[in-house]
């Protein structure tokens, strides 16, 4: 199926490796020119690399956080037209909710929710103006289905949610989409690090904390990246212009609820 979108560009935040990397993997299969970012300069690296010789788009690279507005500045100078957004970072640590102090919360508010609208702000007026535009967010399964242990990370996604619906129903008539990626387990870097925070508070082996999170998928196993990456492109898709604000989860069928 071809998607549509070959030449165009997209700003790929968080995409030197685990899903965002998937997500660049994707898109530069279909023909879109990316600029890879991570605060990496050998993951970076090695992303631009590899998708420039193996689908023969345009890869740029630009290292560092890009939650912060110097990072923001050096991506649009990167790509000052992109036609697709992906927003994607590391999410704040796991922690147990008496122990949060206002420095996680602060921390997690500019890299969950702040930063990421920055981002948006900067690139919507472009879209706006060229009738087109695509703007996916990364977030957690875990906003439908919250617990105290990851308060950090869906108190503030769930603040992320709220604002781009509300920007969804503003900038659909101007071909521009906003939709949300909500995965759960997903065979990534993420999910050994949750495996070793597991060992820790519950004394057992990394062997048996795989085997339990495997154990809480329905369909048995973890998400593949390409996987998640593929939903990312279709969601950039031509064919896509009628889907928006939407929240898309990726679970395996373990979600509980029915919307």
């Known amino acids: 199926m071809d998607l549509g979108i070959k030449g165009r560009w997209a700003i790929l935040a968080g995409s030197s490796r685990g899903l965002g990397r998937a997500c660049a993997e994707s898109i530069a299969r279909e023909g879109v020119n990316v600029v890879i970012n991570g605060r990496n300069q050998a993951d970076v690296d090695a992303a631009v690399s590899e998708l420039t010789s193996r689908y023969g788009v345009q890869a740029l690279g630009v290292v560092g956080d890009s939650a912060t507005s110097s990072v923001q500045d050096e991506l649009m100078a990167a790509c000052p037209t992109p036609d697709v957004l992906l927003l994607n970072g590391q999410g704040p640590s796991p922690k ?39 703007i996916v967010a990364v977030s957690s399964a875990m906003v439908k289905s919250p617990n105290s242990f990851m308060s950090l990370s869906h108190g503030t996604r769930l603040g992320l949610t709220g604002v781009l619906k509300g920007l969804s ?44 999170q495997i154990a809480s998928i329905k369909a048995g196993r973890l998400g593949r990246p390409d996987e998640f990456g593929d939903a990312f492109a279709f969601l950039c898709a031509a064919q896509a212009g009628y889907i928006s604000g939407q929240n898309l989860q990726l679970d395996g069928g373990s979600y509980e609820g029915v919307f």
């Open 169 to 212: 129903k503003d900038l659909a008539k101007f071909n521009i989409t906003v939709n949300q990626l909500l995965p759960e387990r997903f065979d990534t870097a993420r999910q050994e690090q949750m495996a070793h925070v597991a060992m820790k508070m519950l004394g057992i082996t990394y062997e048996e904390a795989r085997a339990q």
């Open 96 to 134: 147990t909710f008496l122990d949060i102090e206002i420095e996680d919360w602060n921390a997690a508010v500019l890299q969950a929710l702040t930063g990421p609208l920055g981002l948006v702000q900067r690139v919507v007026p472009g879209m706006r103006e060229r009738g087109f535009g695509r």
